[in-house]
């Protein structure tokens, strides 16, 4: 699968990207959502996705596949993924907090 990524990378990048991270657990997290939504238990219209690279799907050289997925927070990007996640969410969530009236029914209208 990690090679079809890689072709696809190439073709959508004129062949100047690197395939290195992949993303699952956002469909794996909207789909949860999303079926809570039927049953009436969230209002999956209030989602959104903020998201940061971490860690690579695959080990580098001299690496084991086991530390590659049990060691995330030691191959260097987990500490700054988690700032900029914190970056990119935060202005959100305070504008939110901050008009609360606004957003307390849903997503408000765009002006």
Do not use: H
Not at 2 to 11: G, I, N, P, Q
Not at 13 to 37: F, H, I, M, P, V
Not at 95 to 106: L, P, Q, T
């Amino acid at each position: 699968m990690s090679e079809r990524a890689e072709v696809w990378t190439k073709l959508l990048t004129d062949n100047k990207g690197e395939y290195c991270t992949t993303q699952q657990e956002d469909n794996s997290t909207y789909e949860a959502l999303l079926r809570a939504s039927r049953e009436g238990l969230v209002d999956i219209q209030r989602l959104a996705v903020v998201r940061a690279g971490s860690d690579f799907d695959r080990p580098y050289p001299g690496y084991s596949e086991v530390d590659n997925l049990l060691k995330y927070a030691d191959q260097g990007g987990f500490v700054p993924a988690l700032e900029n996640l914190y970056r990119t969410g935060n202005p959100l969530v305070q504008a939110i907090v901050k008009n609360w009236s606004a957003w307390e029914k849903g997503v408000p209208e765009a002006e």
